[in-house]
């Protein structure tokens, strides 16, 4: 079990060392804000893409595409699968509004 969280703890730091800061966008009258195009492309975002809205903590916004979504949780489940953080995971999944988490390829 100990290796298998230092596997997860060095995961999530290469993914830190990962995560850019694109800039700053403004909110306009109609709640729109535009995505800086370094980030679209950098995470493979186009038009017509669902994006899932997060807030974390009440001050964090989080954007994520769907189907990126559902691959994570099912990436999730998979390493938790039979504790306790499995049920956390599928009661985050059941806040999903409804087929948000299949895959295109589905």
Same mark, same amino acid.
């Given at each position: ?8 703890? !060095? ?18 009258? %109609? ?27 009440? %001050? ?17 489940? !998979? ?11 599928? !009661? ?9 988490? %299949?895959?295109?390829? !589905?």
């Amino acid at each position: 079990m100990k290796a298998e969280n230092v596997k997860l703890k !060095n995961k999530i730091r290469r993914s830190l060392v990962n995560d850019k800061l694109y800039g700053t966008t403004t909110l306009g009258a %109609r709640g729109q804000v535009v995505i800086p195009a370094a980030a679209r492309k950098d995470l493979g975002l186009n038009p017509g893409d669902q994006i899932l809205v997060m807030g974390h903590f009440g %001050r964090v916004l989080g954007l994520i595409k769907a189907e990126q979504l559902g691959e994570i949780i099912k990436a999730f489940m !998979n390493q938790w699968s039979g504790t306790r953080m499995e049920k956390v995971v599928k !009661n985050f999944a059941k806040k999903i509004p409804g087929d948000l988490l %299949r895959h295109k390829n !589905n």
